[in-house]
Every structure is written in structure tokens, then in C-alpha cells.
């Protein structure tokens, strides 16, 4: 899978108003967490749906794809996100205690959408994925990323992505929410940083 194929959000951002899993189980889903990934992503392009957004807590490169080796974490639930016919839609999973079983389960359920399609109860369908809908994760900050990160323009001064690093790592000592901070900060402060990279040369 390219990176023009799918666009990994971390950490994870859940769907506001779905309920989370107090209590994890293991399923008998054979499948690596990579190709689940991928499989998701085309059964969802299948359905035609475009800007779709995988969004966990597996840990990401500074390109946006996923680490490779990356542990499993603590959190394993996902959310994917998508656009199919100008309506923002969504589907979550943290019933599995992996990553790799949750993405397999939503596969699972877009799959069982899909087959409904094929059965031509086309009416059903329409109503039934059309009331997946979430608002789209939030993966971009608000706020400039030189707020976020403390980088305020000064008279000939000139930033670096190294400069963006270190702000972005003391940042993480408390915007973490392993180290007490909130998950709306952690997001804001990874969409900046991510940002920043892409505007200031190394």
C-alpha cells in the first residue's frame, strides 16, 4: 500500500459518541496487521469511498506510515474514516485486544455492507451505510503550528525541522496522555509537528 493510498491518523481519534470496550477479547482473525490495513482501505474504495482515514495507535514514521515494528499499544482500537458521496462516514472497533483484529472487523462489517449491495436491496444499503455517520477525525490543528509548538516568528530569526523536534519532544514530557496529558492536546501537538516538518527544511 502506497501513501497515496491511505492516509494513517495517530494516535487514535474515536468517533465522539461511541461507546468504548471495557472489556477486550481475542478473535480467531489470522490476519497481519499491514494486509488488514490494506484490505480495508479497498473494500472501502469498492464501496466508493475517497479520503479515507485509518486512525490508531500504532506509532507512525515521520511520512505517515506506520512503524515498522511498532508494538502493539495499549489502546488497540481503530477508527476509519471516509467520504462517499459528499457525506462524511465512519466505522470503529476496540472489541479485539489487537490492532490487527479490530481493522479485521470493520473489514468484516464494510464486507457484509458490501454483500448486501451485491443482493440489490440497494434501498437498504443506502440506509444502512448512510447512518455510519461521525464527525471526521481530527487531524488537523486548529491553531497555527507555531503556536502549538511555541516557534513565534521573531526579526531574523529563522526555524528548522530540528528546532520543531525539540519542541515537539520537551511537548510530549506533558501533552502525552501516558504522562498526564489530554488526548485533544496530543493530537493538536502531532498534527502540528507533522505540519511543521513539511514546511521547514531539516
Not at 472489556?23 to 496487521?33: A, D, G, L, T, Y
Not at 475517497?50 to 488497540?76: H, M
Not at 496522555?177 to 489530554?182: E, I, K, M, Q, T
Request: glycine content about 8%; aromatic content about 8%.
Amino acid at each position: 500500500m502506497t501513501e497515496d493510498e491511505q492516509h494513517i491518523a495517530y494516535p487514535l481519534e474515536w468517533p465522539h459518541g461511541w461507546p468504548r470496550t471495557p472489556q477486550r477479547k481475542h478473535s480467531r482473525f489470522e490476519v497481519e496487521r499491514g494486509r488488514a490495513a490494506a484490505e480495508l482501505v479497498h473494500a472501502l474504495e469498492l464501496m466508493g469511498c475517497k479520503d479515507i482515514v485509518i486512525s490508531s495507535n500504532v506509532q507512525v514514521r515521520r511520512d505517515g506510515l506506520p512503524l515498522a515494528g511498532a508494538p502493539e499499544p495499549r489502546d488497540p482500537g481503530v477508527a476509519v474514516y471516509w467520504v462517499r458521496n459528499a457525506r462524511p462516514g465512519c466505522m470503529a472497533c476496540d472489541l479485539y485486544r489487537t490492532t490487527r483484529e479490530n481493522l479485521r472487523a470493520v473489514w468484516q462489517a464494510v464486507e457484509a455492507m458490501r454483500a448486501l449491495k451485491r443482493s440489490g436491496a440497494t434501498q437498504v444499503f443506502e440506509q444502512a451505510f448512510g447512518g455510519l455517520r461521525a464527525l471526521p477525525a481530527n487531524i488537523r490543528p486548529q491553531r497555527h503550528w507555531r503556536d502549538v509548538l511555541g516557534l513565534v516568528e521573531a526579526a531574523g530569526r529563522k526555524y528548522t525541522g530540528h528546532d520543531a523536534t525539540l519542541s515537539y519532544r520537551t511537548q510530549l514530557l506533558t501533552k502525552h496522555p501516558d504522562h498526564g496529558g489530554s488526548q485533544d492536546d496530543f493530537v493538536e501537538l502531532q498534527a502540528a509537528y507533522e505540519q511543521a516538518l513539511r514546511e521547514l527544511s531539516v
